[in-house]
């Protein structure tokens, strides 16, 4: 079922004296619903505030910016679906791709087509931005985080051999591959390789492969409330290994789900919590303020990714899709939340990876590593 979340959240307001603005409408697709809904709604929740602050400032005068929303379930079939409806009957000229990588996938084909730019805001697997010229991803892909990972693991932490959990999806395999090529470049061991579905709740089996060989480090890649499961779980079968998780593991949701249990608990990300900019600490306070819950890497992420394309209208001569898809591509200096935005020519970003520590219930920035460390 299509859901139609939001409509214009600030009206152009004409009068005689002042011509009206022209109306903007931006696509916005994400998982709000479901196991995935909390990624799915803060995705959705910082391009809303993003898309209102737009329009309460005039960052872009005489353009009123219009976020129309649906739920794509994480279903890739709902996705097209979705890409199918902002194209033909809402008529958007750009769309912010709010959700994983098995729907951008499925969606990104449909903006290609249409030639309608599509900037995917944290769906990393590598495949994403090769379906063309339209679509943009303004996260690091599945390939340098698990490098970025294993990096970190092997030579700041110094751990030689890892058991290795993942989700058995695009994202999972994908970051996984990396994880596993780099580590063993770097003379480690993977120890065990284990995987289990979006439905497993019960994670036994998977333990059971943790405990009977010794190792360093249990490496885990999926997501914030299946993880936090997992990591209940494995704390349960008495297994004191130290964790590093992926950036899917970054929500305070993992937090609340997972209580004492994920203290201490590493992981990768592209957004720092303690990053003293104003704008980092000004968007935090502000999507509080309006959401009672604080942002993480998806949120951030979204934001980012919206913000840069209010942007592009801005610096654009005109504001058809074509027009903004170009100025995108020449997007070199934009300061986000997450960093400094700068498009290759295959539409990625070269950003840094950040490491984050669990304490207190809190995200403690510890480490990074640059682009030109991962090469």
């Known amino acids: 079922m299509l859901v139609f979340i939001g409509l214009a959240l600030v009206s152009a307001c004409g009068s005689a004296s002042q011509p009206q603005s022209e109306t903007i409408k931006i696509g916005f697709f994400g998982p709000l619903t479901g196991a995935s809904a909390s990624d799915g709604n803060n995705a959705m929740h910082a391009a809303k505030l993003a898309v209102d602050q737009a329009n309460a400032n005039q960052t872009v005068p005489g353009k009123t910016f219009e976020l129309v929303v649906y739920d794509d379930q994480l279903e890739p079939n709902q996705a097209i679906t979705v890409a199918q409806k902002l194209v033909t009957e809402d008529k958007v000229r750009a769309v912010i791709g ?4 098995s729907t951008t996938r499925a969606a990104a084909p449909i903006f290609q087509q249409a030639g309608i730019p599509m900037l995917a805001a944290y769906a990393t697997h590598p495949e994403v931005t090769k379906t063309g010229s339209m679509i943009f991803r303004v996260i690091y892909i599945t390939t340098v985080q698990g490098k970025a990972l294993a990096q970190y693991a092997t030579t700041k932490l110094n751990y030689r051999n890892f058991h290795v959990l993942n989700i058995n999806n695009d994202y999972g395999r994908s970051v996984t591959e990396a994880f596993t090529k780099t580590a063993i470049a770097n003379q480690s061991t993977i120890v065990s390789t284990s995987e289990y579905a ?9 333990i059971a492969t943790i405990k009977s060989k010794p190792a360093d480090a249990l490496v885990l890649i999926g997501y914030y409330a299946q993880s936090a499961d ?8 008495g297994i004191t290994l130290p964790i590093i998780g992926s950036d899917g593991l970054d929500s305070p949701s993992l937090v609340k789900l997972g209580g004492s249990d994920v203290e201490g608990v590493i992981l990768a990300t592209d957004f720092s919590r303690n990053d003293p900019r104003a704008m980092v600490q000004n968007f935090i306070r502000e999507f509080r303020n309006a959401y009672n819950i604080d942002p993480d890497v998806v949120a951030s992420s979204t934001y980012d990714a919206t913000n840069l394309l209010i942007d592009a209208f801005k610096r654009s001569p005109n504001s058809s899709s074509s027009t903004i898809r170009d100025t995108l591509a020449a997007t070199q200096t934009f300061e986000g939340v997450t960093g400094v935005i700068a498009f290759t020519p295959e539409r990625e970003v070269n950003k840094t990876v950040l ?5 207190r219930g809190d995200f403690i920035f510890l480490d990074k590593l640059d682009p030109s460390q991962l090469r």
């Open 98 to 101: 709010g959700s994983y990588s």
């Open 198 to 206: 979006s439905d497993t709740s019960d994670f036994s089996s998977q």
């Open 230 to 237: 997992i990591i209940k779980q494995v704390r349960q079968a």
């Open 355 to 359: 490491f984050v520590q669990i304490e």
